[in-house]
């Protein structure tokens, strides 16, 4: 997901297919004037496809753009500010109805979003914030509520202990130093445990959302930590690098130590209903459907709230059972 | 005495044995005995920086040779990417003989790609960081294309036996890079080939003309650093029981290049120290579990890494020592036990 930029902009400048050309551009030009057909034209720049999280969350626009006839004119970035920017100005003078984008970087977006606003177009961000102080640029943004996960896996935590007096020993693993899901994530936890003054986060480390990071790190807390009770990782990526570390130490993951993660891939949800991990608060790419009716609300001109969350949910052990054939990415 | 302080790899050693002894502090178990096998901090160091030592190895007699090789990382991650597509598609993912057979083929792959580096170098003549770099960016492309951008998971006993298995109380892993130290040290401080590989770093032209084939000495370099790159991949995807292509290797060639330097190994070629690059590997693991283990901000890590790499190259830098340390020696013991 928004992991590390620098592993987007290097797979954006790698990936081998074409340039930012927005697909099928110039030919239906005039379908994109909207007072012609009621047919409503969707000009989406995604960032790339840096991870399976970013594949799904693609395919559900382009799969709930085609059920809701919306004719979507996707462009890939490739990690990339500069294509994002002329894939916009393209989408401006193809005069679409409406412009979604899921930025790449936080800032830098004024002026072309200005454009987009002097041309009619309401723009609606996606998964990602932009910066800009004039949030009239932009109609809305969608996406998930970080501190929320946070919270969320924290809420679960303070129920599980629930009327014990025993001491909690929890250790930490945040994503990427510095990045928004990290900072959030942690945030949303500590709020959420102050609910029960015996749970403590004893250590807390980065592992940089990958699983060889979390397995090292899990490696060297397992070893200086005596009596940890629950490990809380800000994705599922490191709590399956952690779950290795756990039984390589000889422990039963899921029981001897509780595991919470965010995220809800497939891996994490096979983990889930293995037993391995006891909690997932789930992070949905699948805003497709929720975005279709947000274009068609701009594009009929009604005010949008300014900030829309991503319908999302969490699992326990038993519900990833069900939910797990369903998981497609 | 004076001449073990003046040995290039005393301060390092000693940085080594400090955050060593911090560790034994601070872990419950520095080394014990588990399911018999050796089990805890020490051995976790030993085990982990597996992936880095073979990195480092191949990228010393690289840099020997006056070159550099930034595309380790991405090797590495083509080369797990391969062995996990294969092993993924097995019917018995816990046969030995495919499971090893895999393994070839991904260390042949990784020899490939060492020999199109080697060829770019000193064949076309492309400088090293610029032909490297080439196969640093595609080679991630490459990688992810193999698995299709998303991460492959293999339950292969075999195959996660590279990482985190034991063989004679060891850490396989450990083995495999020990046994890599030793066959690279036999063959360049028992051959003439270390000699050959300093020479051609010192100056390819002289060397040529003295009637050493600098080309192929060259090529050879970067396919034995593609190798151990492959290698490393291997063990780095062996150990997480799956294929990352986009985390895998992700930015090793500097910790390797820093292992190398902090070795003493001159980045200008022409001299290199295979021991001090294990010790500046193993240095560095040290440091990335010292930090977990103290318990130093996440914040705080860059820093604190950053804080410990500077006062190791000021203490390689002569100059510096000569400034801070040559006022407090008393010259006449000096000039006893160094005599001229």
Redesign the interface.
């Known amino acids: 997901m928004r992991r ?1 930029i ?2 987007a902009v ?2 954006g ?4 297919s074409a340039l930012a050309g927005c697909g099928g551009g110039g030919d239906d030009a005039g379908s994109g004037n909207s007072g012609g057909d009621d047919k409503i034209t969707l000009g989406f720049s995604q960032v790339g ?4 999280w970013r ?1 799904a969350n693609t395919k559900s626009i382009q799969e709930s753009a085609a059920s809701a006839g919306i004719d979507l004119k996707f462009s890939d970035a490739q990690g990339k500010q500069e294509n994002q920017i002329s894939a916009i100005r393209n989408f401006i003078t193809q005069k679409v109805d409406v412009i979604a984008f899921s930025p790449v970087v936080t800032s830098g977006w004024d002026a072309v979003l200005k454009e987009a606003k002097d041309a009619g177009i309401p723009v609606i961000l996606t998964d990602r914030a932009v910066d800009s102080q004039d949030t009239s640029l932009y109609e809305t943004f969608i996406g998930s509520d970080f501190v929320e996960e946070g919270k969320k896996a924290g809420d679960w935590l303070v129920k599980e202990y629930e009327g014990k007096t025993d001491k909690v020993n929890v250790v930490e693993l ?1 994503g990427t ?2 990045s928004a899901p990290a900072i959030d994530r942690q945030k949303g936890f500590a709020e959420a445990i102050k609910a029960n003054p015996n749970i403590t986060i004893v ?4 592992g ?1 959302f ?4 979390g ?3 899990m ?3 397992l ?2 930590t ?1 009596d940890i009770d629950v490990l809380y990782a800000h994705n599922d ?1 490191m709590g ?2 952690a779950i ?1 570390a756990i039984e ?1 130490a ?1 422990k039963k993951p899921g029981t001897d130590i509780k595991i919470i993660t965010v995220d809800a891939v497939k ?1 994490g949800m096979t983990a889930l209903a293995d037993g391995k991990i006891n909690f997932i608060v789930e992070c949905s790419p699948l805003l497709g459907p929720q975005l279709m009716d947000l274009a068609k609300k701009a594009a009929a001109g009604e005010t949008l709230e300014k900030r829309v969350l991503t319908e999302e949910t969490t699992f326990t052990q038993e519900q990833a059972k069900t939910e797990l054939p369903n998981r497609k990415y | 005495m004076t001449a073990i302080l003046k040995n290039r790899l005393f301060w390092p050693a000693a940085i080594l044995v400090v955050l060593l002894v911090v560790n034994m502090f601070t872990s419950n178990q520095f080394v014990t005995v588990r399911d018999g096998h050796l089990f805890g901090t020490f051995i976790d160091i030993l085990r982990g920086s597996a992936p880095l030592v073979l990195v480092a190895l191949g990228m010393t007699l690289v840099i020997a040779t006056g070159g550099i090789d930034l595309s380790v990382g991405s090797v590495m991650a083509i080369s797990g990417a391969v062995a996990c597509l294969l092993i993924s598609d097995l019917g018995n993912q816990n046969s030995v003989g495919s499971v090893l057979l895999i393994i070839g083929i991904a260390i042949l792959v990784s020899l490939v790609l060492g020999l199109w580096n080697g060829a770019l170098v000193a064949v076309i003549g492309i400088q090293p960081i610029i032909a490297t770099l080439i196969l640093m960016v595609a080679g991630r492309g490459i990688a992810q294309l193999i698995t299709d951008g998303q991460i492959i998971n293999v339950q292969s006993g075999p195959y996660a036996t590279i990482a985190s298995g034991f063989f004679l109380a060891l850490p396989v892993a450990f083995l495999i890079a020990a046994a890599a130290v030793a066959l690279i040290t036999l063959l360049t401080r028992r051959t003439a080939l270390g000699l050959l590989l300093e020479s051609v770093g010192g100056s390819p032209t002289a060397s040529r003309l003295a009637g050493i084939g600098a080309r192929r000495i060259t090529i050879m370099v970067y396919v034995v650093s593609g190798g151990f790159a492959g290698l490393a991949g291997l063990i780095y995807s062996a150990n997480i029981k799956s294929a990352d292509s986009i985390s895998a290797g992700n930015l090793i060639e500097l910790d390797a290049i820093l292992a190398v330097v902090i070795g003493g190994t001159a980045l200008i070629g022409g001299r290199f120290s295979i021991a001090g690059t294990v010790l500046g590997a193993i240095l560095i693991q040290t440091l990335g579990v010292t930090v977990v283990a103290v318990g130093v901000p996440a914040k705080a890590t860059l820093l604190f890494k950053a804080i410990v790499v500077v006062a190791l190259c000021l203490s390689q830098s002569p100059t510096f020592r000569q400034k801070v340390f040559g006022r407090f020696k008393p010259r006449p013991a000096v000039r006893a036990e160094v005599p001229a």
């Open positions: 590390n620098s592993a290097l797979s400048v790698l990936a081998v496809a840096e991870s399976g594949t945040q130093t510095g250590k807390s480390q980065t940089d990958k699983r060889a990071d397995k090292t790190v490696e060297t807390f070893q200086s005596p990526d399956l690098g290795e390589a000889g891996d």
